[in-house]
C-alpha cells in the first residue's frame, strides 16, 4: 500500500473531505493525526478513522486547535511533532465558506474567511515545511477549490481566499522542490459535505443557478482522487470529469509555464551552487 507506514496530519479533519482522506489513509496502512475546532466531532470522527485501520501499528490522535491563531496551531503542531516526529504527508483541508452578495457581507466575514482559508494554509505550512525541507522529502497538499481559479457569483470572501492559496501554492511549489518537498493542490467542485449542505441554506439566487449546473461528488470521491494524485506525484489534482475540464480551459498554459519557471530556477540555483 502505497501509505504504509506513512506519519499523516490532516487539518480539518473532523468532518467532509479531510475525515474522507483520514479514513481512505487509515485503510492504506497510515498513521494519521487529525486537527480540528470541535471535540466532540474530533472524536466521533477519531472512531471512524480507527475502525478503517489495517494494522495493529497504526497510530491515531485528534487534536482540538484552531488553526486561525499561529501561537495556537503553532503549540500543537509543536506537540504532535514532539510525540511522532515530521509528518511524511501534511494535508490542509481545513476550510470555511459564507457566500452571499458582496454588498451585504460584513467585513467580519472576509477576515474570518481569509483567515481559516488562507492563513490556517499558511500557519501549518510555515511550520511544517522548513522541517521537511531539512529532512529533503515530504508531502503537502491544500485543498482550494474551483473558486479558486475560477470567480463565482456570490463568492467575493470565499474566492478571494482560495485564489490567495492557490498564489501561495504556486510559489511554494517552486520553492520546495530543489529540496525534495512535493506540494499539490486540489481543485475540488461542489461537494457533498456539511459544509456545503451549510453554504445551500444562505446562497445567492444566481449562485444556486450555476452551481445547479454542476455535478455534486462525494467527499470519498473527492478523497480518492487526492490520494491517487499523490501517488502519481500530480502538483494539480482535479477531482471529476467537470473539474478537470474547467481547469484545463481556464489554465490551458499552466504546465508551459511551470515547465518554463523551473528550467530557469534551476539554472540559477546551480549558479550559486544550490540544491536543483
Known amino acids: 500500500m502505497a501509505f504504509a507506514q506513512q506519519r499523516v496530519i490532516i487539518t480539518g479533519g473532523s468532518s467532509g473531505i479531510g475525515k474522507a482522506l483520514a479514513r481512505q489513509l487509515s485503510a492504506q496502512g497510515a498513521s494519521v493525526d487529525i486537527i480540528a475546532r470541535n471535540r466532540e466531532r474530533l472524536e466521533q470522527a477519531l472512531e471512524e478513522i480507527r475502525a478503517q485501520a ?11 486547535s484552531d488553526v486561525s491563531d499561529y501561537e495556537t496551531i ?9 510525540d511522532h516526529g515530521v509528518p511524511d504527508l501534511l494535508i490542509n483541508s481545513a476550510g470555511i465558506a459564507h457566500p452571499g ?4 457581507l460584513p467585513l467580519e466575514v472576509f ?36 473558486a479558486g481559479f475560477l470567480g463565482v457569483f456570490g463568492y467575493t470572501a470565499y474566492g478571494a481566499s482560495k485564489f490567495a492559496v492557490r498564489g501561495f501554492t504556486d510559489v511554494l511549489r517552486s520553492e520546495l522542490k530543489p529540496y525534495g518537498v512535493h506540494v499539490a493542490i486540489v481543485f475540488p ?10 453554504e445551500n441554506k444562505i446562497k445567492p439566487v444566481e449562485t444556486r443557478k450555476i452551481s445547479g449546473n454542476a455535478k455534486v461528488l462525494s467527499a470519498d470521491q473527492v478523497a480518492s482522487a487526492v490520494l491517487k494524485g499523490i501517488r502519481r506525484h500530480k502538483y494539480v489534482i482535479t477531482p471529476g470529469f467537470e473539474s478537470s475540464v ?8 499552466s504546465r508551459l509555464f511551470n515547465w ?9 540555483r546551480r549558479q550559486r551552487g544550490l540544491p536543483h
Open 101 to 104: 452578495y458582496f454588498e451585504e
Open 189 to 198: 467542485p461542489d461537494t457533498d459535505t456539511p459544509q456545503l449542505a451549510a
Open 246 to 253: 474547467t481547469y484545463f480551459l481556464a489554465n490551458p498554459l
Open 260 to 268: 518554463f519557471f523551473d528550467r530557469t530556477i534551476a539554472q540559477a
Open 111 to 146: 477576515h474570518q474567511t481569509m483567515q481559516v482559508n488562507f492563513f490556517g494554509t499558511l500557519y501549518t505550512t510555515k511550520v511544517i515545511a522548513p522541517m521537511m525541507m531539512e529532512r529533503r522529502s515530504g508531502t503537502i497538499v491544500n485543498i482550494c477549490s474551483i
Open 74 to 82: 503553532r503549540q500543537t503542531l509543536g506537540q504532535i511533532i514532539g
Open 54 to 64: 489495517s494494522d495493529a501499528s497504526q497510530e491515531f490522535a485528534a487534536y482540538a
